[in-house]
């Protein structure tokens, strides 16, 4: 594979993987950045990160999220950097079960080393995952202070994966790029989930799973009076799946039905935040949590829901 020109130590070393996100037509290095063949746009690599979004033809709603995200970050605080680590040990341990469980269902039937993108990656809690997994990662997200906390965290703990900034709507790979692309509690941050999920269709060759919020039947209640969900710091009104949505996203895969889990996690507040880092109290809550999910996954109830589908 052709290497960047790195002089620019680009983030993002594979020139010949990139095409325009706006038409897909194939880059060339130039001296301002990469140049698409078609459009003429250019894309800048600025502190070494591949910029392959272009500001212009983003709405409203995303460059809010944009800058939102970008203050979230800011300074970098270990307690946002290194997500799940500064969490209660009840909603650590819900949050790496769910990862966990994600995990289990892929690369079924893959033999080489498979590769993964990891797209609205954060600071990159699942891209680690995935690469003591095994897996060859790689990465994209909105938010470049979001990227640079995945540099501090993979500075860290001494890996490095590719990453560029990217719009997980225009995503600036071929179709078929990676083995799998996943997104967790990602979509539901952009105006258009399902736009998302058939960008995470189109770039994978066989799987494609993400974890999102979700509310459907008496949880709509919950969730209108704020009960349901932990509200987000960068969006007011952020588009959790719904049955429907998620029928819709399995519909684009290709499939009638892949592999759907629902989750049921407490309301934020202090039984989850504050008592549950008491590690008896964590366990009990753990124990009683995974009951009700069970019960109520029987009935199609959760507030989270993980979707794997295969992809032809
Ligand atoms: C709640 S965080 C989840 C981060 C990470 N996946 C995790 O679970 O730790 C949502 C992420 O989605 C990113 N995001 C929001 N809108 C996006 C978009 N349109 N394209 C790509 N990433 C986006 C945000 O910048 C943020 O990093
Ligand atoms: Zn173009």
Not at 198 to 222: K, S
Request: glycine share 8%; aromatic share 6%.
């Amino acid at each position: 594979m052709k290497p960047m020109t790195n002089e620019k130590k680009a983030t993002w070393d594979c020139l010949e993987m990139l095409v325009c996100p706006s038409c897909r037509a194939r880059l060339t290095d130039c001296t301002q950045g990469l140049r698409c063949t078609t459009c003429d746009l250019t894309y800048t690599v600025t502190e070494s990160i591949p910029r392959m979004v272009d500001e212009s033809w983003l709405d409203e709603a995303t460059r809010q999220e944009m800058a939102a995200q970008d203050g979230h970050f800011a300074g970098l605080p270990d307690k946002a950097v290194f997500k799940p680590d500064y969490h209660s040990r009840y909603r650590r341990c819900r949050t790496r079960q769910r990862l966990e469980h994600l995990l289990a269902q892929l690369d079924r039937g893959i033999t080489h080393r498979p590769s993964v993108h990891v797209a609205c990656c954060g600071t990159g809690y699942e891209v680690e995952a995935l690469l003591q997994a095994g897996w060859q990662v790689s990465a994209s997200d909105l938010s470049v202070q979001a990227l640079r906390g995945l540099s501090k965290r993979s500075a860290a703990r001494s890996y490095r994966v590719p990453y560029l900034q990217a719009d997980v709507r225009y995503l600036p790979f071929a179709a078929d790029s990676f083995d799998v692309a996943v997104a967790v509690e990602g979509l539901h941050h952009t105006p258009d989930p399902l736009g998302g999920f058939t960008e995470l269709v189109r770039v994978a060759r066989h799987q494609v799973a993400v974890i999102e919020p979700y509310t459907t039947g008496a949880l709509n209640l919950l969730a209108r009076l704020g009960l349901a969900h932990r509200p987000e710091y960068s969006r007011r009104q952020p588009r959790r799946l719904t049955a429907s949505l998620a029928g819709q996203m399995l519909s684009v895969a290709g499939v009638d039905a892949g592999i759907t889990r629902l989750y049921l996690d407490l309301p934020p507040g202090l039984l989850a935040d504050t008592a549950g880092d008491w590690p008896i109290l964590a366990a009990l809550l753990g124990a009683s949590n995974r009951g009700a999910e069970w019960l109520l996954g029987i009935v199609g109830m959760g507030n989270k829901i993980a979707l794997v589908a295969d992809v032809n």
